[in-house]
Every structure is written in structure tokens, then in C-alpha cells.
């Protein structure tokens, strides 16, 4: 394995015999149990409690660590970036690219929410970035594949809006099949229009979920708490909760449910997944209702099949294009149709859910910048290690090619430095490398290895 650095994962955790060249690799501190050494984190990640102990002194002072946060991000994720001592920006606003390059010259941890754009523009102009946030789930605001490059991990929020998300989906399939939103609008103007015509129980009627993940599955436990039959599709095999029965095919998923909820991520293979060929192939006199990514479905489409009556209608909370700002503006090619839910893309938008990914995302970004943990990370490889006392922790992002591994060793063991714990991770572009070493030897090691040809980013953490 000293050979390359190429594979999925590398762990090293010999035992302390010293190997050829001065080289010695230890074992980590030993813990009695593991319920000893891991505890839950806010977002549902395992955390260390082997992290570096309070009064560690760090290689870089964190009150010079500047933290930018847009788009009115909650002040759960405020408060804990003030905890460490951080130096914090707030911006209420989305910036555009050129407002967000000249913000970000100094800035080191960025964080925002889908509006703001990190474009390469804007990486070109922040040299002291180490980590991107995304305060949602969503992560195409930010180029992936660049940030990868640059030895800059993404992280974002995958857990906390899950239930916000499933409670409006449900209180859709509510609305929809009673025709909340167009009675409620009649009344609004003055027109009083008591009739149960075209309007439905959604007990036993069938909830057809596409992408069976975080929210998906948690809304068929609750659809099925209403007595509705819950049918799921996914390209992954998953097993479903419950009495929820997987469908083979999006095609045969189209065709048995009467309500149609899509929960995918944002993709080339998503893009106009719902168009006229698949809003065809739905049962007539059923709904669909979109809460994921605005491109999933072709909305020309989707106002012809209402139109005609296929249809019988529709909740849609994104859209291939949306307003910057909060005012008037918004066009869609379903406004104005009967039975049609339109939302200003809010389905994470409560105050519990927003409390929560501040806390997720804070968390992975502080983890980040004090122990090197990328666990949650999207760009990167998700790594963690414990703390080991009477160390310096180096961390190394280089380029995924032949022989970086065994370059990097072969420096340790001509410094004669003693390696405590060394583990690597990979991705196709990248590797990720966390050591421990003693303190006597960090510096002329860290020296040696930014120098490799290629290092990406090397950092003494503590």
C-alpha cells in the first residue's frame, strides 16, 4: 500500500515496532469500549470524544479564522462558530458573483444556502478558503468538482429538514385531494362554494414516492399512518419501511399511484425525468407533487397534462429558475390553473428545521477545522481519526496518482519521525491524508511534504 495512494481507503494502525529507515507506526490511544470513544452528533454522525481536549493550542490562532455567512443563515450555526472563538460576518442577502468575490479575500470558512453561487471566479478569488457550508441540502450552488481540486471540502445538511419536507408533501396530498387551495381562494374573493364534488378521502388511496432516501422514507411511514397504500421506486435497491411495497420500474410506479411525489437530487439523469411521456403514463385523475429540484420536472408539460384533465392536480415547491429575492417577479407556466399548489420553495422553512441545519452544518465545518474530520463532506473522502495526546496532527491533500503514499512515508522514515496514526482516503482527483506525528518533527515534515510535486494543501492542525 506504500506504493500508491490509489483505492477507496488506507488505514494504518500497526503495531509500535519500528520498521526499516526509522520509521514507527502506533496505535491510536485505546479506548475500553467503543461506546466510550463515539457519541451522536446533531446531524446523526458519530463523533470522537478523543477529540483534541480543550486548551490545545492550534497551529493557526482561531480568533484569526474568519467565518462569511449569507443568506440569513440561523443563528444556531452563529453562535456555535462564536463558541470556538471564530471571527464572524453575517449577510442577510444572497450576493451575486461579483459582490461574493470581493467579500471573500480573506475569508476561510463560507457559508450559505442555495442563492449564492461559488463559481470559479470565486474560488480564484479566496486563496484562504479551507471549507465550504451549504445551510441545505443542495449542493449545486458550488462547484463540486473544483472545490475538490483545491483540497476544499463541501459540506451541507442532509438530515435536519427531513421531517419539515415530509410534513408539507403530506399536507399536499391533503390539500390537493380536497381542492384546499382554490376553495380557500374562492372564499378569499367573496364566493362561498360548499360542494364535495371532485374531492376525496386519501385513506386507502395509493402514495407512489420516486426516490425512496431521508424523506421519502420517513413520508411513507407517515402516509401510512393516514391508511394510504405506499409504493416506492428508487435507482438503488432499498428496502422499504414497513408495509411499503418497492416497484420495479418508474413506469409501473406511474401507473398504480394516485399521488406521485418525487424526492431526487439534482442531476444530469434527473433533468426532465417528468416530462409529457411520463405525465402520460400516470393514472388519470391523479396528482403530482415536486418538493425536490426545480429541473426534475418539464413544467410546459406538466400545465398541459392539468389543462387537458389528465391531471387532476398538482404541488410544486421548486422551479427550473428562481427569483434571487423575496418580491414580486415570479412566472411559471402553472399559474393561474385550477388545484395547482404553488410554493416559494419553503419545504425546508420552519424555524425547527433551519435551527437544526445550522447546527449540522456548523458542526461538520468546526469538526473540520479542528480535528481535519471530513465525515459529511460531499466533495471529499469522509475521514475521521482520534485524538492522540503528545502529537501534531498534519493534514495532506494531494493529487490521487502512483506513488504519493510512499513518497510521504519515505519522508517520515528519513526524519526519523514517528508516526502515531496515519490514515488516507481517496476520491478519483484527490487524496486526504491525516497523521499524527511527534511534536519534534512536524515542522521539517510538513516542510517536505508541501514540497511533493503533488501536494495540493498541507497544514499543521495542532
Given at each position: 500500500m506504500l506504493g500508491q495512494s490509489g483505492g477507496s481507503r488506507t488505514r494504518t494502525t500497526t503495531s509500535p515496532a519500528p520498521s526499516p529507515g526509522g520509521l514507527v507506526v502506533g496505535t491510536p490511544p485505546p479506548a475500553s469500549s467503543l461506546m466510550e470513544r463515539m457519541s451522536l452528533g446533531s446531524g446523526g454522525m458519530s463523533r470522537l470524544s478523543a477529540s483534541p481536549p480543550v486548551g490545545t493550542q492550534f497551529s493557526f490562532p482561531?480568533?484569526?479564522?474568519?467565518?462569511?455567512?449569507?443568506e440569513n443563515i440561523h443563528q444556531s450555526a452563529v453562535e456555535m462558530f462564536a463558541g470556538e472563538g471564530f471571527t464572524i460576518r453575517t449577510i442577510s442577502k444572497a450576493l451575486s458573483e461579483p459582490e461574493l468575490?470581493?467579500?471573500v479575500e480573506s475569508v476561510h470558512i463560507l457559508g450559505l444556502r442555495s442563492k449564492s453561487k461559488v463559481t470559479p471566479a470565486v474560488l480564484a478569488?479566496?486563496?484562504?478558503?479551507m471549507a465550504v457550508g451549504c445551510f441545505c441540502i443542495g449542493t449545486d450552488q458550488v462547484d463540486l468538482a473544483l472545490t475538490e481540486t483545491r483540497g476544499i471540502p463541501v459540506f451541507n445538511a442532509p438530515f435536519s429538514n427531513t421531517r419539515s419536507v415530509a410534513e408539507l408533501v403530506l399536507a399536499e396530498?391533503?390539500?390537493?385531494?380536497?381542492?384546499?387551495?382554490d376553495v380557500s381562494s374562492s372564499m378569499h374573493r367573496g364566493i362561498w362554494n360548499k360542494s364535495a364534488s371532485g374531492c376525496y378521502e386519501v385513506r386507502g388511496k395509493t402514495l407512489g414516492i420516486v426516490g425512496y432516501g431521508h424523506i421519502g422514507s420517513q413520508l411513507s411511514i407517515m402516509a401510512e399512518a393516514l391508511g394510504m397504500n405506499v409504493i416506492y421506486w428508487d435507482v438503488v435497491p432499498v428496502l422499504g419501511l414497513s408495509r411499503t411495497v418497492p416497484c420495479e420500474s418508474l413506469e409501473e410506479l406511474l401507473g398504480k399511484a394516485d399521488f406521485v411525489t418525487l424526492h431526487v437530487p439534482r442531476s444530469d439523469a434527473t433533468r426532465n425525468m417528468i416530462g409529457a411521456t411520463q405525465l402520460a403514463a400516470m393514472k388519470k385523475g391523479s396528482f403530482l407533487i415536486n418538493a425536490s429540484r426545480g429541473t426534475v420536472v418539464d413544467l410546459d408539460a406538466l400545465a398541459d397534462a392539468l389543462r387537458s384533465g389528465h391531471l387532476a392536480g398538482a404541488a410544486v415547491d421548486v422551479y427550473p429558475t428562481e427569483p434571487a429575492k423575496n418580491g414580486p417577479g415570479f412566472?411559471?407556466?402553472?399559474?393561474?390553473?385550477?388545484?395547482?399548489?404553488?410554493?416559494?420553495?419553503i419545504g425546508g422553512s420552519t424555524v425547527e428545521a433551519q435551527h437544526m441545519i445550522g447546527r449540522e452544518v456548523a458542526t461538520s465545518l468546526i469538526r473540520y477545522i479542528n480535528e481535519g474530520t471530513t465525515l459529511g463532506a460531499v466533495n471529499f473522502p469522509n475521514l475521521e481519526m482520534p485524538f492522540s495526546s503528545g502529537t501534531h496532527r498534519i493534514l495532506n491533500v494531494h493529487r490521487n496518482v502512483p506513488g504519493v503514499l510512499r513518497d510521504i512515508n519515505i519522508i517520515f522514515a528519513e526524519q526519523?519521525?514517528?508516526?502515531?496514526?496515519?490514515?488516507?482516503?481517496?476520491?478519483?482527483e484527490i487524496g486526504y491524508l491525516i497523521v499524527d506525528v511527534d511534536r519534534y518533527h512536524s515542522d521539517e515534515t510538513k516542510k517536505a511534504i508541501s514540497g511533493l510535486e503533488t501536494s495540493i494543501k498541507t497544514r499543521i492542525l495542532y
Open positions: 482561531k480568533a484569526k479564522i474568519e467565518v462569511l455567512l449569507l468575490i470581493a467579500a478569488a479566496a486563496p484562504r478558503l396530498v391533503i390539500a390537493l385531494s380536497r381542492r384546499l387551495g412566472e411559471s407556466p402553472l399559474c393561474g390553473l385550477t388545484n395547482v399548489l404553488l410554493t416559494p420553495h526519523s519521525a514517528n508516526v502515531r496514526t496515519q490514515v488516507l482516503g481517496t476520491s478519483t
